[in-house]
């Protein structure tokens, strides 16, 4: 599937609207392929204008339309983790979401995270700590680990935090990041190393 220039730009209103429409039009026929939509998706730091079916995931549209092959496609259900990218700043499984429902977000997948080469911390820390194996799980675990990170940082509770009425410093303990990263599955088995590596960073500064 190739990646195809959309027609002149509309405004983000007009693409809402349009976005909004093709939808319930799709949502009508299972079968019946549903005419194009032209959306902009800012990945990395870029915009892309695409013409795209409606009903195409988010996941797809990186990997197939753009090229962005380090999201991976593990389940393509929701069940794995491999598709994690991050959306206006949160983790979100690409799977389970329509590229047309991203128009203008701020997207950041693996590919953004270096920056000219030079690791970020967090896949550095993942490197030192020898935190994969095949590494077919490693992009979205390491985008799973960027926002685990910031939510730990902003005292964000998780279900295991003691005490959820208190806002105050999430303790950076290792049962911390493993109940954040558990919707990121290892088929290699490399959680130890994983929670490692996260802990190396969470543990540095005072959160
Ligand atoms: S591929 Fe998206 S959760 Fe598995
Ligand atoms: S490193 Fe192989 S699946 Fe995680």
Not at 77 to 87: E, I, S
Request: hydrophobic share 40%; with cysteine; glycine share 8%.
């Amino acid at each position: 599937m190739a990646a195809a220039a959309a027609g002149p730009a509309l405004d983000a209103g007009t693409r809402a609207e349009n976005v909004s429409a093709a939808m319930q039009r799709a949502s009508t026929s299972e079968t019946a392929p549903a005419a194009p939509l032209a959306i902009i998706l800012r990945i990395n730091g870029r915009a892309h204008e695409l013409s795209i079916e409606p009903r195409v995931t988010l996941l797809d549209a990186l990997r197939e339309y753009l090229a962005l092959t380090g999201t991976k496609k593990g389940c393509d259900r929701g069940q794995c983790g491999a598709c994690t990218v991050l959306v206006d700043g949160r983790r979100i499984n690409a799977c389970l979401t329509l590229a047309a429902m991203h128009d203008g977000h701020e997207i950041t997948t693996i590919e953004g995270l270096a920056d000219n080469g030079v690791l970020d911390e967090i896949q550095a820390s993942f490197v030192k700590h020898d935190a994969f194996q095949c590494g077919y799980c490693t992009p979205g675990q390491i985008c799973a680990a960027t926002a685990v990170i910031r939510e730990m940082r902003k005292s964000e509770p998780s279900a295991v935090t003691s005490d959820v009425r208190t806002i105050g410093p999430i303790e950076p303990s290792d049962a911390e990041i493993r109940e954040r990263m558990s919707g990121n599955l290892c088929r290699c088995g490399a959680y130890p190393n994983i929670v490692d590596a996260i802990g190396a960073i969470v543990r540095k500064k005072v959160i």
